[in-house]
Structure formats: C-alpha cells, structure tokens
C-alpha cells in the first residue's frame, strides 16, 4: 500500500482539466471513480482539480468513488476520511493550492484537506478482480498502479469492465507508462499522446 504524495502525475491531471472537466461539465452530475487510490491523495488531488475548474456550485454535482484493496496495513481508509496528511506528501503541490484548500492540523507537521474537498470523495474498500463496479454511468474512471499488478487477462477484463460502465463519451486515465492491450484498444480513443488518456468509443 503506497502513501503517495499529491499532485504526483501533473500531466494527467492538466490533461483531465484541459479535456475532461470541459465535457463533464455539460452533464447534470460527474461521477468519478478512482480504482486503487493508496491513502488518498489522488482522489483528493483530483477533487481539487474539479474544485478549481468547477467553481463552488459546480463542484457540489460531482462525486468521486475512491477504492482500494488494502491487504497490508488496513489504516488507508481511516485516513482517507480524516483527510490529515503528513508534510511530505503535500510540498509538491502549487503553494497557492495549498494555502487554499489545506490548514495546519494540532500534530507538529501535518495538514488537513479542507471540508468542502472531503465531503466530495467517499471511500470503500473493493477488489477489482470482482469486474463488479461501485456504479456505473461514470464520467472519469482513473486507475494506474493497480493494473501493474494483474495478469494480462485479468487486465484486459477489468478494463472491458470500466468501459461498460463509463458513460457514452466517458474517460479512462490509466500509468503513463502502460499501454492499452491490443485486443481492446478498438473499445478507446486516445485523446492525448503525453497521457494514457481514452475516451470510450
């Protein structure tokens, strides 16, 4: 289970904020799944990035599903709802970003993420390898590191999985540094060629 840092892949969320949030802001409500969050800080970046985009009534239309299979240490979702976040997992991002959506908690070092960003992500716990999603009809699903560790069929499968429960015209993000597997990549069109980011066909 990784504690990652937020705002760790720049380019994909510049890429969600330039091409996804200016079609997904047409619909009445965004739904956003993040398979495979860590401790958080990807979900919440994310909600940030909407934050920024959507304005503060826009914002409350939206809602972001972070899931994760925690089989080592069982605290991520204990911390994901506390929202409270060690110094060096926020330093990268923006300072005015920061300043904005983050305020120093009691415990030396620490930072907790505002309300208004919390109250947009929910967590629960889910296993991908179920191909039963938390919804469906999601605008965005972003999942990256926990396709590393699938077997090929496993991966096509759970891929084939998000695009059937993307909505027409829906978002798939996935690691830079993993390609769509041939027999599905008729299913996608990649929308930029710096991020591994798709729409569904």
Not at 4 to 18: E, G, Q, S
Not at 72 to 99: L, M
Not at 191 to 201: A, C, D, P, S
Request: net charge positive; with cysteine.
């Amino acid at each position: 289970m990784a504690f990652t840092f937020f705002f760790r892949d720049l380019p994909a969320l510049h890429a969600i904020r330039d091409h996804v949030i200016p079609e997904l802001r047409r619909h009445r409500y965004i739904n956003v799944w993040d398979a495979g969050c860590a401790m958080g800080p990807e979900p919440y970046s994310l909600a940030i990035i909407f934050r920024e985009a959507l304005g503060c009534y826009g914002f409350k239309r939206m809602k972001i599903y972070a899931t994760d299979l925690d089989e080592e240490s069982h605290q991520f979702g204990k911390i994901i709802a506390e929202g409270i976040y060690p110094e060096e997992t926020v330093k990268r991002i923006p300072k005015d970003i920061f300043r904005k959506y983050f305020s120093p908690n009691n415990r030396p070092g620490y930072f907790k993420i505002a309300d208004e960003i919390m109250q947009c992500v929910s967590f629960q716990k889910h296993d991908l390898r179920t191909l039963k999603p938390v919804r469906d009809n999601f605008g965005l699903i972003v999942c990256k590191n926990v396709l590393l560790h699938l077997s090929e069929s496993e991966r096509v499968n759970v891929i084939k999985m998000f695009h059937k429960f993307l909505m027409p015209g829906g978002f798939f993000v996935t690691e830079q540094t993993q390609k769509m597997p041939n027999q599905i990549v008729h299913l996608f069109k990649q929308i930029t060629t710096n991020v591994q980011l798709f729409e569904k066909r």
